[in-house]
Structure formats: C-alpha cells, structure tokens
C-alpha cells in the first residue's frame, strides 16, 4: 500500500498533462500580445529551478530564454529571477542571471530573489523586491502549467495586478540553439543542507500552498499595491 504522500505526488504528477491543457497556445499567444499593447511592464518575475549536474535542465532553459524574448522584444524593462539554493547547493535566482546575462541581459535590468522555496513565494519576495524598487506593474513569466496554478494565488493575494505571461513552446523552439556556458561557483552555497532534509512532505506542500507566509500583517490577506 503506497504511502499518502506518495499517492498525492503520483496523482497530481498524473494531471499534469491534462491541466496544461486549460492553457492553449491560443491564450498563450493573445496573452503575449495584450502585454505588448500594454506594456512595457516595469519587471517580470521568473521563478527558479534547481540547478543539478552543473547545467540547467529543460525547464529553466525555457523560463530564461522566454525572460530573454520578453526582454529584448520590450515587453519588459527588468527581469526578476527568483529563487534560493533549495534542493541544490546553487541559488536558483543567481544560476538563472548568470545564464541571462550570457544571453545578452544587461546586469543592471537583472534582480534577485534568494529567500523564496516555494513558487507561491517566488512570487511574494519577488513583489515585496519590486515595491522596494518602486516598480509600478509586473508581470509573471513561466511555463503554462506553473502560471495556470498561480493564477488565484496572485489575484487573491495582491493589491496590484500580476500579468500571467506563460510562454509556448513555439515561442522559445526556435532558439533551442542557444547553450550558453556559465561559470556557477559565484552562485554555490556552503554550508547547505537539502528542504527534503530539513522539511517533511507535509510541511513541504503547505510552503507550496503558501502557508510559510505570515498574511496577518495585511489587510485581508493581501500585500499592499506597488
């Protein structure tokens, strides 16, 4: 008999395919194009993923290079990567500048977010980041699966709009070719210990719910606009 936690992870994995169906290339297109009638949005945050085996993996390779269009294209000024050093020794938000900044990001449109673990905290550091910035309207840039399962989250939990722009496949293909070379040391952390170390399953996923976020200081559960 597989354990809860087990049989919670291999049922959600299960519906993965199925939820990123609800966002088509359609509404990923049309989603692109209203920011560029909109836009240019003061930052766009970009949330992190482990670096592993001394080369970014599928994933972040697609969140770098969709920030890189979205830059570039001037549908946004700054790109905030967001990110610690959580199930690697090597800060997600550094190891993702490193390789933006190989692409053509200049440094100083690039910021940091080291502090989040989860993705609903990629998005609450990196909005507490902006305001510190005194950035006015921001934009949210991943894949379409994670920005489909943030959606709520970021209309329930702030003043200020965050405009979902999850990229497609189509948008990013044609740059596959780009495998820029990064040196990762400035972005190591030691001493450093796994979350699956220091954390359980349970109180793993209620950071993924964004339950390690103390809301009572805003009103209504909701962090002030920008």
């Not at 482990?50 to 790109?79: C, E, H």
Request: one cysteine or more; a positive charge.
């Amino acid at each position: 008999m597989k354990k809860p936690a087990t049989a919670i992870v291999i049922t959600f994995t299960s519906l993965l395919p199925l939820l990123s169906c609800f966002s088509s290339k359609k509404s990923q297109r049309e989603a692109y194009q209203k920011a560029q009638q909109i836009g240019p949005f003061d930052a766009v945050i970009v949330p992190g993923v482990p670096f592993k085996d001394g080369r970014w993996d599928t994933v972040m390779k697609a969140r770098v290079l969709w920030s890189w269009v979205l830059y570039k294209n001037g549908v946004v000024k700054n790109i905030i990567y967001s990110g610690g050093a959580v199930y690697s020794p090597y800060i997600e938000a550094k190891i993702m500048g490193l390789y933006a900044q190989q692409l053509g990001i200049p440094r100083e449109n690039i910021y940091y977010d080291s502090l989040a673990q989860h993705s609903t905290e990629n998005v609450y550091y990196s909005y507490l980041l902006a305001k510190q910035l005194g950035f006015k309207t921001i934009a949210l840039a991943t894949d379409p699966f994670q920005s489909l399962m943030l959606r709520g989250y970021t209309k329930r939990r702030f003043a200020t709009d965050i405009f979902h722009l999850p990229f497609s496949t189509d948008s990013i293909s044609k740059f596959n070719y780009l495998n820029p070379v990064i040196d990762p040391q400035s972005a190591f952390v030691s001493p450093w210990e796994s979350i699956t170390k220091k954390k359980g399953f349970w109180a793993r996923f209620r950071g993924t719910l964004g339950r390690d976020i103390d809301w009572a200081p805003y009103k209504n559960g909701r962090v002030d606009p920008l």
